[in-house]
């Protein structure tokens, strides 16, 4: 990871985590842009300090054996100590990509411009129409909605969308 992102920070200071599999692509759109609440629910990892999704694909708990941060983006190597398994990852459908490519555009904010993004989200908005469930389609309107806060507070026009 960059030395700027959350995922650094948290592995510099604690040196363990938790990896989950998942398909929530409700999920995947709150965390990318920080807005988890409610928290999802969770148990109590095994064999580190941190939680386990109850509704992921599948988990790996993991201690880091290594962190050079020497460039801009740092090199984390990690150990699994634990692992396990709630239900089968099937992979994503057109929707479940579209979530995934939108999530990334909405934290892509202060370095693209919003008439960009704004863009690829109409292109986006056909597979999560087309194939998406209840998910898919409250995720992509969230993210649009946040997209469209981030143009609003920097007062463009954009916002009007």
Do not use: M
């Not at 979530?99 to 202060?110: C, D, G, N, P, S």
């Not at 469930?133 to 469209?148: H, T």
């Amino acid at each position: 990871p960059f030395r700027s992102a959350t995922t650094y920070a948290n592995l510099k200071r604690h040196g363990e985590g938790v990896f989950h599999v998942t398909d929530d692509a409700w999920l995947l759109a709150r965390a990318a842009v920080g807005c988890v609440e409610p928290e999802p629910a969770t148990l109590p990892a095994v064999a580190v300090r941190g939680r386990v999704l109850t509704d992921c694909c599948r988990w790996y708990e993991f201690r880091v054996t290594s962190l050079d941060d020497r460039s801009e983006r740092a090199r984390i190597e990690c150990q699994v100590v634990h692992a396990g398994r709630v239900r089968d990852f099937f992979g994503f459908n057109r929707a479940k990509h579209a979530i995934v490519e939108a999530a990334i555009l909405a934290t892509r904010t202060e370095i693209l411009p919003i008439t960009e993004i704004l863009g690829e989200f109409e292109r986006l908005a056909a597979p999560v129409r087309k194939t998406g469930g209840d998910a898919e389609q409250r995720a992509y309107q969230f993210l649009l909605d946040y997209v469209r806060a981030q143009a609003a507070r920097r007062g463009g026009p954009e916002a009007k969308r």
